[in-house]
């Protein structure tokens, strides 16, 4: 993508440079306490400073994701960094469903669990998923 961009574009708009070598870098290396750090230091342009909100964002609820399916627990700083931001409260803000331990400094990542439906909709589809399971396996003893 780098190499379609004109060159003049590259050297007259600092942020566009800016944006590839920082950004796009880090984002490439998976670095994402280094993105969060970034965007937030960047003094962003009107036209540009919503879509790299936007792209917090978007890193922030993945990395979020990431943590409630792979942590039990998961240190203070270690969060604060994945998550980009800079404090207890905000943790809970973004993620009210999890706890914080105070005296170990540990969050405890709770994954948000699917709603049952109205007359037991989710049993019901447990109930489908057994059902297919044993005619499969009675197709394959046949």
Known sequence: MWKRIPV????????????WNSIGAELFRGDSPSVHKAIKEHAWSA???PYAEALQLSIRKRNSEL???????????HCL???GLDSVDDVLRFRPKWAFESQK??????????????DG?????SEDKIKQLAQFVSFLEN
């Open 8 to 19: 003049d574009i590259k050297v007259t708009e600092e942020e566009i440079a800016f944006i």
């Open 105 to 118: 400094a540990t969050f405890l990542p709770m994954k948000e669990k699917p709603n049952e439906g109205k």
């Open 121 to 125: 909709e989710l049993g019901r589809k």
């Open 47 to 49: 036209d540009l400073k």
């Open 67 to 77: 943590i409630e399916g792979a942590f039990v627990t998961i240190g203070l700083e």
């Open 81 to 83: 960094n994945l998550l």
